[in-house]
């Protein structure tokens, strides 16, 4: 079983993040199960939501401790969070800042900074990066691909606002192939 | 099919798909999406029923009996400070025998505010008579609607029921769950026959007033039907499981118990994460098993004494507590247990939110076997 943690602030919309990423995930056949785990409901507020991916039925209904993959989508909250807390050796920590990271992650994981919220600027006209992370996601672990991806946005989103969303993750998911 | 979606919305598809007529529901966390569901269904003109809007639980469930009274399928949903708004009418439901469905997400009470997951709100209404229902998964928290009506709406019965999941943990937790079809559920819940209704050509009276003379044998009449549930839970669950496959005829159920040296015994979603920690246990050696109380009420007392009558000791987790006892599960499996001699010990734990691993529950069988418990499990070091 591989899980995700996904650490943002209310109103970036970790959450849905997390739900998408395992929609898609489900398309490719995986058994996946995305949960939210809420500070106090308001914008702002540090939020973090979770996916686990597995081969058959998920029974665990503890929190993450131990993440093979985060995502940051507000590298402000590494000063108030310990983000990379518990992340497995070998483990990817997609990091949204238009700088270099001021944090070190521990030995052996891999850290990627993708500049999401300009891409999402550029895109959307939002700061809204979640949508801009899940591309830089799938393109980091390989656990969805970017087609199901592009699926479960058009069947959350309408029209234009899905493509434009599946825009900025394409995006993204190419800065972070063309990295690798 | 299998489909991965959220477990409030498995939940209103499967109440659309019960078909119920009369629906009454004021939002509150963790519950909102279900009842938002059900509402854009009825304005859809998706679900062909009433949705009555509110401006209490209170007035929610009064809404619900009214409209059972008059011979409506009808649910509702609520949570904590919502169901306890709710209490007197809890009463009058199960009272008048009417058999409401209503969906608790449920969630710790205040003081102190919380909107996070405990059981405090539907065991401290273990008294009002109704059934009740508690799921680990979202694919049981689905299905269990379509048992719920089929035992409420027996006439052998005629009580109404709560389906209980826990809120976040499951309501809020996308996951894959095969939703039958509505062909499916037709098949299996055909259309409410109610065995007398309010009607202005033939009237009766409903919820009159009962002496002393005669009070006492309402509640007989009234427990004796939630004893005769037992054997309609036990007949539904089994037409459920030949019809789709997901036998639910048993009110607990046992995994890897069956030579057990400790049992643990738990409700709701906990039964997941307790399944996954004594496969680690069993790997390293130790035999634990969990013995899963699905239906709470009616209690099952006597599958609980069958099931664990060769165990040496049985760790229950309760996530509630009677203040001034224990947690409320612990109190009622002893009394099941009672003239055995294996030590029940009761661990109150994940109240308001608090998280529990796999590592809690090794725990918890380490200080089974040590004979330690009755105590509260997790607190922070500070208020010892």
């Not at chain 2, 609520?78 to 008048?96: D, I, K, P």
Request: net charge negative.
């Amino acid at each position: 079983m591989r899980e995700l943690r996904i650490h943002g602030r209310g109103g970036q919309g970790s959450v849905t993040a997390a739900e998408l990423i395992a929609v898609a995930a489900f398309e490719g056949g995986v058994y996946a199960q995305a949960f939210p785990a809420f500070g106090v409901e308001r914008r702002g507020a540090p939020v973090q939501a979770f996916v686990r991916f597995n081969d058959h039925t998920i029974r665990l209904r503890s929190q993450v401790y131990e993440p093979d993959y985060i995502i940051v989508q507000d590298s402000t909250l590494i000063r108030d969070v310990n983000v990379f807390l518990g992340v497995k050796p070998g483990g990817i920590v997609i990091v949204n800042s238009g700088k270099k990271v001021d944090a070190s992650v521990p030995a052996g994981v891999k850290l990627i900074t993708i500049d999401a919220t300009s891409i999402a600027l550029e895109v959307l006209g939002l700061p809204i990066t979640n949508t801009t992370l899940m591309g830089a996601f799938a393109a980091a672990s390989g656990e969805i691909k970017f087609s199901a991806l592009e699926n479960a946005l058009r069947h959350r989103f309408p029209g234009e606002l899905a493509e434009k969303n599946i825009r900025a993750a394409k995006k993204a998911y190419e800065i972070v192939k063309g990295d690798a | 099919m299998l489909e991965i979606t959220e477990g409030s919305h498995a939940v209103a598809k499967a109440v659309k798909m019960s078909r119920p007529q009369v629906i009454a529901a004021y939002p509150i966390t963790p519950q909102t999406h279900i009842v938002e569901t059900l509402a854009d269904m009825v304005a859809d003109c998706e679900l062909d029923a009433e949705y009555i809007t509110v401006e209490s639980e209170f007035s929610a469930l009064s809404a619900c009996l009214g409209a059972s009274a008059a011979g409506s399928r009808t649910y509702s949903a609520t949570t904590s400070q919502g169901l306890a708004l709710m209490f007197e009418v809890c009463f009058n439901v199960s009272g008048m025998r009417l058999p409401v469905v209503m969906t608790i997400a449920n969630r710790a009470l205040g003081a102190p505010l919380s909107i996070w997951n405990d059981q405090q709100d539907s065991i401290s209404l273990r008294d009002c008579g109704w059934l009740q229902f508690y799921a680990e998964d979202n694919q049981e928290a689905t299905d269990l609607h379509y048992i719920a009506y089929k035992v409420a709406e027996n006439p052998e019965v005629l009580l109404p029921a709560f389906v209980c999941f826990d809120g976040f943990i499951l309501s809020h937790t996308y996951e894959p769950v095969d939703m039958l079809t509505q062909e499916d559920v037709d098949r299996f819940l055909p259309p409410y026959k109610p065995v007398q209704k309010l009607d202005a050509d033939d009237p009766i009276s409903m919820g009159m007033y009962a002496t002393p003379d005669y009070y006492l044998e309402f509640r007989y009449e009234h427990d004796q039907a939630m004893k005769r549930a037992k054997n309609a839970i036990s007949k539904a669950g089994k037409e459920f499981g030949e019809m789709f496959g997901r036998d639910y005829s048993a009110l607990v159920e046992g995994y890897r118990v069956e030579d057990a040296e400790t049992a643990i015994i738990a409700i709701g979603s906990l039964c997941g994460t307790v399944k996954d920690a004594i496969d680690e246990m069993r790997t390293a050696g130790k035999k634990v098993g969990l013995l899963k109380i699905r239906c709470f009420r009616p209690f099952p007392a006597d599958e609980i004494r069958d099931a664990l009558s060769h165990v040496k000791r049985v760790a229950v987790l309760d996530k509630n507590i009677s203040v001034g006892a224990k947690g409320a599960v612990a109190i009622e499996v002893r009394d099941a247990l009672y003239g055995k001699t294996m030590p029940v010990l009761g661990y109150v734990l994940g109240l308001g939110g608090r998280d529990v691993r796999i590592s809690d529950i090794k725990n918890i069988v380490s200080l089974a076997e040590s004979g330690k418990g009755d105590q509260f499990y997790g607190l922070r070091t500070e208020v010892l």
